[in-house]
T-cell receptor, first 111, second 112 residues
Framework: DSGVTQTPKHLITATGQRVTLRCSPRSGDLSVYWYQQSLDQGLQFLIQYYNGEERAKGNILERFSAQQFPDLHSELNLSSLELGDSALYFCASSRDSSPLHFGNGTRLTVT | SQQGEEDPQALSIQEGENATMNCSYK?????LQWYRQNSGRGLVHLILIRSNEREKHSGRLRVTLDTSKKSSSLLITASRAADTASYFC????????????FGQGTELSVKP
């Protein structure tokens, strides 16, 4: 058990809809990272937050947004969903520059 | 964009054999990490090697780093069926903060 909790585990929704993925980091970790994993794109870095502030941005679409709250949990919001957004979305947390601890992901299916 | 590229994409071996996976990357790095992913699960950190280190060991794992060739290798000795998983290298590019960029991974199958 990595200590990183992601909810929900599975999500099925229709095109055009909006969903929110939730992540609780490991106790004491200030950094939260979001990754998208799909068969064709592999594991893509989306965004990183550190203690509530955005620290690094990757290949995150404008339709996607994220935030980290004062209690350090994070949410990834995906809107105007398309079929191609179907993927596994992982949250990871870390302390400073230490290795990442991953949650078990949210499997999003857009129909 | 992917920073690291693993080779081979897939590897099938018998239990007891050694498995070697290679990773190449494009830019200068602070460190390189290897992760393992069981099917559909989250990634698990295996080992980290810093840019000023050349070799590191952890149990049955041996990692080498050649910064002049921008490459790394992961050796798993005396493999077991339980080692079956995907293995990813990940790099922290210099001057890009903590952003960890993953390669496409090597799918390892260890047959009993």
């Amino acid at each position: 058990d990595s200590g990183v909790t992601q909810t929900p585990k599975h999500l099925i929704t229709a095109t055009g809809q909006r969903v929110t993925l939730r992540c609780s980091p490991r106790s004491g970790d200030l950094s939260v990272y979001w990754y998208q994993q799909s068969l064709d794109q592999g594991l893509q870095f989306l965004i990183q937050y550190y203690n509530g502030e955005e620290r690094a941005k990757g290949n995150i679409l404008e339709r996607f947004s994220a935030q980290q709250f004062p209690d350090l949990h994070s949410e990834l919001n995906l809107s105007s969903l398309e079929l191609g957004d179907s993927a596994l979305y992982f949250c990871a947390s870390s302390r400073d520059s230490s290795p990442l601890h991953f949650g078990n992901g949210t499997r999003l299916t857009v129909t | 964009s992917q920073q690291g590229e693993e080779d081979p994409q897939a590897l099938s071996i018998q239990e007891g054999e050694n498995a070697t996976m290679n990773c190449s990357y494009k830019t200068s790095i602070n460190n390189l990490q290897w992760y393992r992913q069981n099917s559909g699960r989250g990634l698990v950190h295996l080992i980290l090697i810093r840019s000023n280190e050349r070799e590191k060991h952890s149990g049955r794992l041996r990692v080498t780093l050649d910064t002049s060739k921008k490459s790394s290798s992961l050796l798993i000795t005396a493999s077991r069926a339980a080692d079956t998983a995907s293995y990813f290298c990940a790099t922290v590019p210099s001057r890009q903060g903590g952003k960890l960029i993953f390669g496409q991974g090597t799918e390892l199958s260890v047959k009993p």
